[in-house]
């Protein structure tokens, strides 16, 4: 007797085959306008920008780029760390930790700015001086000063202090030198170690060295530290005079 083996009839599997294959066909035919339509798909348009925008390497932490808008009342002139190499400065005479730095007062407090933000003011230095100078001029009545006397009641030091404003960005106004001048004299001698304190002596007859633990705790526990160095301020300008050892 021959064996056989049980499977489909081969009628059966023909049917069978020919079913799965148009079934295929019909799923291909209903994807196919799907996939050629994709390379005519139109790109999308691209996302509008700001007139006068363009593509900027991230900033440096601490550093924002100038607003279009941004206003000259908003210049500003501050004392600052020469560790800090700001592209706009201008050094003092004989200073080794202390310069002047060009800037704007910004909603977080005063910013420098780079050098090409600067050029786009169209100012030179002096001129950009003069209108933060000016602007400076509004900030002193929010100013106060601590006046430390001897046993004699001469005054020996202040302390000058803002609740609101930069300190530092409020020397570069003669004005406040001229409001001093009765009590300190039309020269004095000036320490500022952070942005909101600065320490004011008499250039006669002055003894820096006796606040010189309240200025290395000021200039150690601020976040904005500036420096230690005693620098001499007169009609005739700014120079420094030397720095207090840590």
């Known amino acids: 007797?021959?064996?056989?083996?049980?499977?489909?009839?081969?009628?059966a599997f023909f049917l069978t085959a020919l079913l799965l294959a148009s079934l295929v066909t019909g799923l291909l035919s209903g994807?196919?306008?799907?996939?050629?339509?994709?390379?005519?798909?139109?790109?999308?348009?691209?996302?509008?920008?700001?007139?006068g925008s363009r593509p900027q390497a991230p900033l440096p932490?601490?550093?924002?780029?100038?607003?279009?808008?941004?206003?000259?009342?908003?210049w500003r002139v501050w004392l600052e760390s020469s560790a800090h190499k700001n592209p706009v400065s201008s050094a003092i005479p004989g200073a080794q930790q202390t310069q002047w730095v060009a800037g704007w007062r910004s909603p977080?407090?005063?910013?420098?700015?780079?050098?090409s933000q600067f050029k786009e003011f169209g100012a030179n230095w002096q001129a950009f001086l003069q209108q933060a100078r000016s602007n400076a001029a509004a900030d002193l009545p929010a100013l106060q000063i601590q006046?430390?006397?001897?046993?004699?009641?001469?005054?020996?030091?202040?302390?000058?202090?803002?609740?609101t404003h930069s300190v530092a960005a409020t020397l570069c106004n003669p004005l406040w030198l001229q409001q001093i001048e009765p009590v300190l004299g039309e020269k004095i001698q000036v320490v500022?170690?952070?942005?909101?304190?600065?320490?004011?002596?008499?250039?006669?007859?002055?003894?820096?060295?006796?606040?010189r633990d309240a200025?290395?705790?000021?200039?150690?526990?601020?976040?904005?530290?500036?420096?230690?160095?005693?620098?001499e301020w007169s009609p005739s300008g700014w120079r420094a005079l030397g720095v207090f050892e840590p």
């Not at 994807?31 to 007139?51: K, W």
């Not at 932490?61 to 908003?74: D, H, N």
């Not at 200025?215 to 620098?231: A, D, H, M, T, W």
């Open 147 to 163: 006046w430390i006397r001897n046993k004699q009641r001469v005054v020996e030091c202040g302390i000058l202090r803002s609740p």
């Open 192 to 211: 500022v170690p952070n942005r909101s304190t600065a320490f004011l002596f008499p250039a006669l007859a002055s003894n820096p060295a006796a606040q």
């Open 215 to 231: 200025i290395l705790k000021e200039f150690q526990e601020s976040r904005f530290p500036v420096s230690l160095e005693l620098l």
């Open 61 to 74: 932490p601490g550093w924002k780029e100038v607003p279009v808008s941004i206003a000259p009342s908003q």
């Open 108 to 115: 977080d407090g005063d910013l420098p700015l780079s050098f």
């Open 31 to 51: 994807l196919s306008p799907r996939l050629s339509a994709a390379p005519n798909t139109p790109p999308a348009p691209p996302v509008p920008t700001e007139p």
């Open 1 to 11: 007797m021959q064996w056989r083996s049980p499977g489909f009839p081969r009628k």
